[in-house]
């Protein structure tokens, strides 16, 4: 573990906090689709283990993290500062795949995080793509704000928005995309396992080319707990923390 200042705090929305931490390793390295462990600090032993949050985006020596307020941790997380440490290990786990021709891109919430990173990476490359960002409640188009600058972007809302398309963001992309428009791209893939496992349905024949990013309940983060094990499709196991979080869809069951 090292540590990591918070040099820069902001909120989206009521639920969601983002820090920019400065620690320059992390920073080098992180690719898209990989993340860190995160602990409030030297001082804090409840909660005892450190949680897992995906790399939101990197800027020379800092990068930043999003997280969704959702119970201990994550409230305790939220009352830090500008100016406190956190205990961050990373980045660990395999990310996405970067060889993409086009690339559509789909996030449910917090899924987003990974999301920008890779967009972020895309873009850089020349790789076009298209960005499709659902959320449940109004109030989380806070999230918006962290994709505004991107080409294609297209979002959804479960809750009546004027201008807003209302349904799941998976309702989005069958009505936008024809087969003839995904048929080629990679699809990448971040949100509730709900809508992961409906991926399927909704691209036939494609799973080979969908990679999603997992979540799962982590200990360690590195593959020693053996907490992260997840249904490897064919039989056996995944650690979504070494083996994932990134997978092809064709390789899990969810
Ligand atoms: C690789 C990875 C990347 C992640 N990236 C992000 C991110 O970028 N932003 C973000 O907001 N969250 C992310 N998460 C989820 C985040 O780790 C959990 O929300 C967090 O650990 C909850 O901690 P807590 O103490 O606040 O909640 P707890 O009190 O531990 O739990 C509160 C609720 O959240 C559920 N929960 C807790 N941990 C997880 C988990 N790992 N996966 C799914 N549900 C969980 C619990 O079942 C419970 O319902 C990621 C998880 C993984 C594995
Ligand atoms: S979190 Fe410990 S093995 Fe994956």
Request: glycine share 12%; proline share 5%; net charge neutral.
């Amino acid at each position: 573990m090292s540590f990591a200042r918070i040099c820069r705090k902001e909120r989206f929305g009521e639920r969601f906090v983002c820090f920019e931490l400065e620690e320059r390793s992390i920073a080098s390295r992180a690719r898209p689709g990989q993340f860190v462990m995160v602990r409030p600090g030297l001082e804090v032993f409840d909660p005892l283990l450190p949680r897992p949050f995906a790399i939101l985006s990197v800027n020379a020596d800092r990068f930043s993290l999003l997280f969704e307020v959702v119970g201990k941790g994550t409230e305790l997380l939220s009352h830090l500062e500008v100016g406190d440490t956190l205990e961050v290990l990373g980045p660990l786990g395999q990310g996405f795949s970067l060889d993409a021709s086009s690339g559509i891109l789909i996030a449910g919430g917090r899924g987003l995080v990974p999301l920008v990173f890779l967009a972020r990476e895309l873009k850089k490359r020349g790789i076009p793509f298209s960005f499709f960002l659902g959320v449940r409640e109004r109030k989380d188009l806070a999230l918006l704000r962290l994709i505004e600058d991107l080409p294609r972007v297209l979002w959804s809302c479960e809750e009546a928005v004027s201008g807003g398309f209302c349904g799941t963001v998976l309702d989005l992309v069958g009505k936008c995309l024809e087969r003839a428009l995904w048929q080629g791209a990679k699809i990448y893939a971040c949100g509730p396992e709900g809508m992961l496992r409906e991926l399927a349905t909704v691209f036939p024949g494609k799973e080979e080319d969908i990679e999603v990013a997992l979540e799962a309940r982590m200990g360690c983060g590195f593959g020693v707990c053996l907490g992260c094990a997840i249904p490897r499709r064919g039989g056996g196991y995944w650690h979504v923390c070494s083996d994932g979080p990134v997978f092809r869809l064709s390789e899990v069951v969810l």
